[in-house]
C-alpha cells in the first residue's frame, strides 16, 4: 500500500502569501497576528520573515550620497 495515497502535507506558502506576511508585518502586526492573518504558524511565518532579510528591501537607502 503506497503511504502517500491521498495523504500529503500542506503546500508551502506561495510568493503572495509571503509577500502578505511581509507586508502585515511591516504594518506593526505581530507575528502572531500574522500568522492568524496569513493561515500559517508563527514560527513558519517567522522563517519567512528571515528568508526575506536576503532580498533587498525598498525601504533601504542608498548611503552614496
Same mark, same amino acid.
Given at each position: 500500500?503506497?503511504r502517500d495515497a491521498g495523504l500529503? $502535507?500542506?503546500? /508551502? *506558502?506561495? +510568493?503572495? &502569501? $509571503? !509577500? /502578505?506576511? $511581509?507586508?502585515? /508585518?511591516? &504594518? *506593526?502586526?505581530?507575528?502572531? &497576528?500574522?500568522?492568524? +492573518?496569513? *493561515?500559517?504558524? /508563527?514560527?513558519?511565518? &517567522?522563517r519567512w520573515l528571515a528568508d526575506?532579510?536576503?532580498?533587498?528591501?525598498? !525601504? +533601504? @537607502?542608498?548611503?552614496? @550620497?
Amino acid at each position: 500500500m503506497c503511504r502517500d495515497a491521498g495523504l500529503s $502535507r500542506k503546500p /508551502r *506558502g506561495n +510568493e503572495v &502569501q $509571503r !509577500h /502578505r506576511a $511581509r507586508a502585515l /508585518r511591516a &504594518q *506593526g502586526l505581530t507575528l502572531a &497576528q500574522v500568522a492568524w +492573518e496569513v *493561515g500559517f504558524s /508563527r514560527s513558519t511565518i &517567522q522563517r519567512w520573515l528571515a528568508d526575506s532579510y536576503d532580498i533587498p528591501s525598498n !525601504h +533601504e @537607502q542608498d548611503d552614496t @550620497q
